[in-house]
């Protein structure tokens, strides 16, 4: 897929890795919209670096786990660039639940936004791609799918359930829609990580250093560009934490 003029739709763009892929999409020539749920400052900022680049932007306020605010949402993409080409699943919450803590209420948080969300996003804008001929999907999962740690039950199995949804929607979809998960490892650290918890990630990691947003960038940037061969593929980001 070439990205010149295409229609993006970043889920949670405002910051962190979804900024980073926001304007790695733009820098290939993709007309970028995003989402956002609180961060109104930040995504005014994004709009504003977006366009500059050259293309179109958009940012609405969207709650991820809600059905009407997603329907709404892609509606609204549609109706201000005509089409959706791209879908990257990006909007997710990193809650910390040890055991101890851990409630009804934490699990259902965690699963409605971290799986409940990807999947309305991808019915709504899969039926969009499906009625268009083509169109991608790219969720962002994390390794913690495939080996889960202590103390964040939830969102471990969250990340499990987006790399099954992956799956199962490239199934869905084929031929017209493809659809694939990109899982970073450490990428950003947990606000408020010490310098003692840092060296023990990067001596954990194979390549013996933190990765950064723009790494999980290039991933999502190949998978639509680099082949229109490649549907229901989990690509690693991860510094080789899955294999050390």
């Not at 970028?32 to 994004?46: C, G, I, K, P």
């Not at 909007?91 to 934490?106: G, H, K, M, N, Q």
């Not at 996003?121 to 202590?150: S, T, V």
Request: one cysteine or more; aromatic letters at 6%; proline letters at 5%.
């Amino acid at each position: 897929m070439d990205l010149t003029n295409r229609v993006a739709l970043v889920t949670g763009g405002a910051k962190r890795v979804g900024r980073s892929i926001a304007l790695a999409l733009a820098k290939r020539g993709a007309h970028v919209a995003f989402t956002y749920r609180t961060s109104r400052r930040d995504a005014e900022l994004l709009v504003r670096e977006l366009t500059a680049l050259g293309g179109k932007s958009l940012a609405v306020k969207a709650d991820a786990g809600r059905a009407a605010e997603v329907k709404a949402a892609v509606r609204n993409v549609v109706k201000t660039f005509g089409r959706i080409d791209i879908l990257v699943n990006n909007a997710a919450i990193y809650p910390r639940t040890p055991w101890a803590s851990l409630d009804e209420a934490a699990w259902d948080e965690a699963l409605t936004t971290n799986l409940k969300g990807p999947f309305l996003f991808a019915k709504a804008a899969g039926d969009r791609m499906l009625a268009q001929g083509a169109g991608k999907i790219i969720n962002i999962a994390d390794w913690a799918g495939e080996r889960p740690y202590k103390h964040y039950l939830p969102y471990c199995v969250s990340k499990a359930g987006v790399i099954a949804l992956t799956k199962a929607l490239a199934l869905e979809l084929a031929p017209t829609v493809q659809v694939n998960a990109v899982a970073p490892g450490p990428v950003l650290l947990p606000e408020g990580s010490s310098a003692a918890f840092r060296k023990a990630v990067v001596a954990a990691t194979p390549l013996r250093r933190i990765g950064s947003p723009e790494d999980v960038a290039s991933a999502v940037v190949f998978l639509l560009e680099g082949s229109d061969f490649i549907t229901g593929v989990l690509l690693p980001v991860d510094g080789g934490r899955l294999i050390g």
